[in-house]
Every structure is written in structure tokens, then in C-alpha cells.
């Protein structure tokens, strides 16, 4: 079978082992072509920009940056290409807030190679993705009227400051990781615990086990 129009792909994703893997199951599919992998934000950047694609499969975890922030950025310089999220994040806490972002689809890293598959070519022909959980989390929420959960209420840079505040890690330890200054991570954790009507990381960290953030 001819395939006059092959999907051009790029792989975002600071694991090489994960580019390596998804690039495999990939390979075996002849109306896709992977044509660039990126282990950060500006390689990333450079390869859509310079190569051009159809497609861009991204993390949402890339070391000093935030896919979040690559996904945005991405959205506004090219708003046509769709960007599934492929992470390993669990979709209640994160899917909605990549959608309402712009992502096309989002997955985890678990998925079976036959959803990857599926995922890709639902967004490459101008479809969205979202798993069976996803849909029932958005149709319940549309009938129930629900509220949001406190920290579904953060900014994007704030619930990256609150996820790292739960796994335990200092202030000083955030800022490093995430390329920030110390007061600026005191100044996020300051405005996340006002929004989230809680006293201590101690409560956060309480927080994060009872709705089973990870």
C-alpha cells in the first residue's frame, strides 16, 4: 500500500530510553516517520521550527522546563500542529489541565503500544484523544456542575511548585530543579498555600496523599 503523505513526527522527551522505545513501535508503521527527538525544551523547539512535522508527541516532564511551557509555546507558533502529551503523571491530575492548554490528546506511559498508536492517528487527523476515564471525568463534571479541587485552581507554574512541595522536597531543592530563584519558589508555595486554604507544606503533603497525587 503507497502512503502518498507520510505523518512527519517529532519525539520530545528527556529519556532515551522512552525516544528509543516509541521511535521502535513507530518504525513498524509505514504512513509515519519519526524525523527528530528532543531531550529539551530548545531542542525541541529547533527541530519544529527547522524540520517542520505533523505531529509532536511531548512530555510534559522536561528537567529544568516545563512541557507545559512547550506545549504553549508550540500552540502559539504553530497552532495546526497538534502535540499529544505522553506522560507519566496520572491523568486525573494533569490530563484537563494539558487540554485546556491546547493538547490535542493525552496519555500515560503505561498505555499499551495499541492506545500510542491510536492516540497518534486520532490527532493527526484533526481528532482529540482522551482516555475512557478522561471522557467520564469531563461528563461528570458537566452534569454534577462540580467545583474544582483546590489545587486544580493553581497556575501551571504554581501546581509545578505544589507537585514538587508533596514529594517532599525543600524550597531550595525546587528552585534548583526548576531553574528558579529561591524567592521565587517561596513566593509560588506563599500564593499556593493562600489558594489552597492550607498552613504548611505538612498539609499539602496530607493533601497530595488523600487525593493519591504522586
Known amino acids: 500500500m503507497?502512503?502518498?503523505?507520510?505523518?512527519?513526527?517529532v519525539i520530545v522527551d528527556d529519556h532515551t530510553i522512552v525516544r528509543a522505545g516509541l521511535r521502535r513501535i513507530l518504525d513498524d508503521l509505514p504512513e509515519w516517520e519519526v524525523v527528530a527527538e528532543a531531550a529539551t525544551y530548545d531542542e525541541a523547539?529547533?527541530?519544529?521550527?527547522?524540520?517542520?512535522?505533523?505531529?509532536?508527541?511531548?512530555?510534559?516532564?522536561?528537567?529544568?522546563?516545563?512541557?507545559?511551557d512547550l506545549l504553549k509555546q508550540l500552540r502559539h507558533e504553530f497552532p495546526?500542529?497538534?502535540?499529544?502529551?505522553?506522560?507519566?503523571h496520572s491523568?486525573?491530575?494533569?490530563?484537563?489541565?494539558c487540554l485546556r492548554a491546547g493538547a490535542a490528546g493525552y496519555l500515560t506511559k503505561d498505555s499499551a503500544p495499541e492506545k500510542v498508536i491510536e492516540a497518534i492517528g486520532?490527532?493527526?487527523?484533526?481528532?482529540?484523544?482522551?482516555?475512557d476515564e478522561v471522557a467520564e471525568h469531563l461528563a461528570a463534571r458537566a452534569v454534577d456542575g462540580a467545583e474544582a479541587l483546590p489545587h486544580e485552581r493553581l497556575s501551571?507554574?504554581?501546581?509545578?511548585?505544589?507537585r514538587q512541595l508533596i514529594r517532599g522536597r525543600t524550597?531550595?531543592?525546587?528552585?534548583?530543579?526548576?531553574?528558579?530563584?529561591?524567592?521565587?519558589?517561596?513566593?509560588?508555595?506563599?500564593?499556593?498555600?493562600?489558594k489552597m486554604r492550607m498552613?504548611?507544606?505538612?498539609?499539602?503533603?496530607?493533601y497530595g496523599i488523600e487525593h493519591k497525587l504522586e
Open 2 to 9: 503507497a502512503y502518498p503523505h507520510v505523518k512527519r513526527i
Open 45 to 68: 523547539l529547533t527541530a519544529v521550527r527547522t524540520i517542520g512535522c505533523d505531529v509532536v508527541i511531548l512530555d510534559i516532564s522536561l528537567g529544568h522546563r516545563n512541557g507545559l
Open 156 to 162: 501551571d507554574r504554581e501546581h509545578e511548585v505544589f
Open 91 to 97: 491523568e486525573d491530575d494533569y490530563a484537563l489541565r
Open 171 to 194: 524550597v531550595t531543592e525546587i528552585a534548583k530543579a526548576l531553574s528558579l530563584s529561591v524567592k521565587t519558589v517561596s513566593t509560588h508555595r506563599s500564593h499556593v498555600l493562600q
Open 199 to 206: 498552613k504548611s507544606t505538612a498539609d499539602l503533603i496530607r
Open 80 to 88: 495546526r500542529i497538534p502535540v499529544l502529551i505522553l506522560s507519566v
Open 122 to 131: 486520532r490527532v493527526t487527523r484533526g481528532k482529540r484523544y482522551m482516555s
